[in-house]
């Protein structure tokens, strides 16, 4: 039986070949914010500054701008604020699953950068949340990036 791993013709590679440009992924517009935006774990793990006001911002322009719907995040926001009601610690396991129903609503709507940008500010910020002030804190970030993509023009 021929080995085809090594065979150019067949579409193979292997591991010390360059593949070609066609192959090369591209970074979304929504990879290329997040980037440029700077996060700092600190506004989640102890408190917010003014850079925190202007990321937010910018976050919520971009999402307004690139797609993002209320309706598209409604349920997770939903989810934030009914954790926020009870306790972090009776809630966490709610919490930790928050990720995947980002994940769900990402996967409905790969294309929509705006919540590509949601889902990378999502996953990145909640990593810092470990007990109620970060939580807390945590809730506050994500009301105040929402309250800037509402002022941009973000529709229901």
């Given amino acids: 039986m021929p080995d085809y791993r090594n065979n150019q013709q067949s579409g193979g590679f292997n591991r010390n070949q360059q593949r070609p440009a066609s192959y090369q992924t591209q970074e ?3 990879e290329m914010k997040f980037k440029e935006l700077l996060y700092k774990s600190d506004w989640i793990k102890t408190e917010a500054d003014s850079k925190l006001v202007e990321y937010v911002e910018d976050a919520g322009k971009f ?3 690139n797609g993002l719907t209320n309706s ?3 349920s997770i926001y939903g989810e934030i604020k009914r954790i926020q009601m009870g306790q972090f ?3 966490k396991s709610a919490f930790i699953l928050l990720k995947p129903k980002v994940a769900y609503a990402m996967g409905r709507d790969e294309r929509n950068e705006g ?3 949601f889902k990378l500010i999502f996953d990145r910020s909640s990593q810092d949340v ?3 002030k970060s939580f807390i804190n945590f809730c506050n970030f994500m009301e105040a990036i929402l309250a800037y993509h509402k ?3 973000g529709k229901d």
């Fill in 130 to 132: 470990n007990d109620q």
């Fill in 89 to 91: 610690e009776k809630e």
């Fill in 63 to 65: 999402m307004a701008k």
């Fill in 151 to 153: 002022a941009n023009g």
């Fill in 28 to 30: 979304s517009a929504a």
């Fill in 72 to 74: 598209k995040i409604r």
């Fill in 115 to 117: 919540l590509k940008l």
